[in-house]
């Protein structure tokens, strides 16, 4: 287009530039000159036109000659813009199906009463009162999670309580097992539940660090809002060193800040880097007022507070902090 309308106006100089002559202006261009004179007018005016037309014909000729060059170079760019897409896409595909397999939905179930007010063991009947995510631990069954998402099993006091764990093991046949009890830490809103495997291969997360993340790298969120399973949410780290509100009103330092998304379900699954290890645990959002939608504004405990925490979590049942 470009160098059509450039042409278009090298033409349109050369049409006035080479204006037939009307009758008065001829008449003028003859007063007081001789017919030679004319003639020599003549001559000139069809020099210019020759000249013009020539300089057109060269303008226009370079142009055609850059054209198919600036179309290879764009086409190029094209090229290589629609690759790192492409390769950015493979990037997540293969992060997804590499980790998917270790997040874990977790289902908080009470059991149904009976009309004198005693609970029986019917879970087909039970009341589903909140779901959540974690992932394994390792390959003897242990889960990391929230506190909060089994905060009412932790607080049962009469067994209406359950907590069913719904997995993927390697083979990709998906099972459910109960999970139970093995540590607790409020104050860092984590927890370790237990299931049995019964020979099952499981697939843990790969751990990473936290201590060298930097604002800005990517970093994925995967797991269970509003009971849809296996999530998988994309943003970059928004802040480091957060210091976020733990559910028995404690302070949790060091919180991770992202904007991908966590949602109500979220909490407890696996924040991960860009190579698919664990950097952190989804756990609070802030959400936009009446809406109960994820502001953007979202925290994962650091997975180095994870890792000195969840061995003492498994041995003792307890932080190492309340062992004194």
């Known amino acids: 287009m470009s160098i059509a309308l450039a042409s278009s106006k090298a033409f349109s100089s050369i049409f006035y530039t080479v204006a037939p002559i009307n009758r008065s202006n001829f008449v003028l261009a003859c007063s007081g000159s001789n017919h030679i004179d004319v003639v020599d007018r003549r001559r000139r005016r069809i020099v210019i036109f020759g000249s013009s037309l020539a300089l057109a014909s060269t303008l226009l000729g370079s142009n055609l000659q850059i054209l198919p060059v600036e179309s290879a170079i764009a086409m190029e760019k094209l090229k290589e813009k629609e690759d790192e897409l492409e390769e950015e896409e493979d990037r997540n595909v ?5 980790t998917s397999s270790s997040v874990v939905y ?3 179930i009470e059991l149904p009463k009976t009309s004198s007010g005693d609970f029986t063991n019917d879970e087909e009947n039970a009341k589903i009162e909140g779901t959540g995510s974690g992932f394994v631990w390792d390959k003897l069954g242990h889960i990391v999670t929230n506190y909060h998402v089994i905060a009412k099993l932790a607080t049962d006091q ?6 069913k764990v719904s997995l993927v093991e390697a083979t990709g046949t998906r099972f459910t097992k109960d999970g139970k009890i093995v540590g607790l830490d409020p104050d860092n809103d984590l927890a370790v539940l237990k299931i049995e495997t019964e020979g099952r291969e499981l697939n843990p997360v790969v751990l990473g660090t936290s201590n060298d ?4 790298q990517s970093c994925y969120a995967i797991g269970n809002p509003y009971g849809y399973e296996n999530t998988l949410t994309i943003g970059v780290v928004s802040g480091l060193g957060r210091e976020i509100p733990s559910p028995n009103g404690k302070s949790i330092r060091e919180a991770i ?6 949602n109500s379900g979220n909490s407890g699954g696996p ?6 290890h664990t950097i952190g645990v989804n756990t609070a959002t802030f959400t936009r007022k009446g809406s109960g ?3 953007g504004v979202n925290f994962a405990i650091p997975i180095d507070t994870v890792v000195r925490t969840v061995p003492y979590l498994i ?5 190492y902090r309340d062992r004194f």
């Open 94 to 98: 293969n992060l997804f199906q590499k």
């Open 315 to 319: 041995v003792y049942g307890t932080a």
């Open 271 to 276: 924040l991960l880097d860009s190579y698919g």
């Open 213 to 216: 993340l930097r604002v800005g």
């Open 106 to 108: 977790i289902e908080d």
């Open 293 to 295: 939608m994820s502001s």
């Open 158 to 163: 009469i067994g209406l309580q359950r907590c």
């Open 257 to 262: 800040q992202t904007d991908a998304d966590i």
